[in-house]
């Protein structure tokens, strides 16, 4: 009974091409977010989004954005995609900003 | 925003012996700071958190101490054991979740 979920688990594409990557909670939590992990494991915030705010880390090209049909999902698209994009990719949700996040398994992103 | 500061970055003990890893933040209103462990090629999973209205937490051999006054926070891995062996990540939440660099932990048996 997953609780955060993700797809794909793997992702491996041109440069220039635009992807997406879809994740869903079952955890009924109201906050999720999107973190890159590069390949020396620095872990970063991309969004964290709830129903009534996006905040978006000042450093996120605007190649990326997140998604939200509902509370349950929150996808990242991102467009034109450049070598610096491969990483690691993982979403996450929580009650609210303050308390455990629950990760999902990841997509590994790599750009060729 | 806030920044966190984490050391050391890697960090290799004998089983049994106790582990250390120390973070430091900016943001003076922060007030969550979880601690996560992280597999190898495995999620995230949170393994102890602390409040800003608490200053010691304490959950078997895991151990985290909070001082404001610093801004600094402490993660203690007493009796270690080679499972203990994963990348530790401190955070902070403060506008939003700010994470360490991270330590990689290696327990020797």
């Known amino acids: 009974d997953t609780a955060v979920s993700q797809t794909p688990k793997y992702l491996v594409t041109q440069m220039g091409n635009d992807k997406s990557i879809k994740c869903e909670q079952n955890?009924?939590?109201?906050?999720m977010y999107w973190y890159k992990q590069d390949s020396k494991k620095f872990l970063k915030i991309m969004f964290s989004?709830?129903?009534?705010?996006?905040?978006i880390n000042e450093t996120v090209p605007n190649r990326f954005s997140p998604k939200s049909p509902d509370k349950a999902h929150l996808n990242l698209h991102i467009n034109s995609l450049e070598l610096g994009d491969s990483a690691v990719y993982f979403c996450?949700?929580?009650?609210?900003?303050?308390?455990?996040?629950?990760f999902g398994p990841g997509t590994r992103l790599t750009v060729l | 925003g806030e920044n966190v500061e984490q050391h050391p970055s890697t960090l290799s003990v004998q089983e049994g012996d106790s582990a250390v890893i120390k973070c430091t933040y900016s943001?003076?209103?922060?007030?969550?700071f979880p601690w996560y462990k992280q597999e190898l090629g495995k999620r995230p999973q949170l393994i102890i958190d602390?409040?800003?209205?608490?200053g010691e937490k304490k959950d078997q051999r895991i151990a985290v101490t909070l001082n404001k006054t610093a801004k600094h926070f402490s993660l203690h891995i007493t009796e270690t054991q080679p499972e203990d062996s994963a990348v530790y990540f401190c955070?902070?939440?403060?506008?939003?979740?700010?994470f360490g660099a991270g330590t990689r932990l290696t327990v020797k048996p």
């Open positions: 996450a949700s929580s009650q609210d900003e303050v308390n455990e996040q629950f």
């Open positions: 955890l009924g939590h109201d906050t």
């Open positions: 989004y709830n129903n009534k705010e996006l905040i």
């Open positions: 943001d003076s209103a922060s007030n969550y």
């Open positions: 602390i409040r800003s209205n608490v």
């Open positions: 955070a902070a939440r403060g506008y939003d979740m700010r």
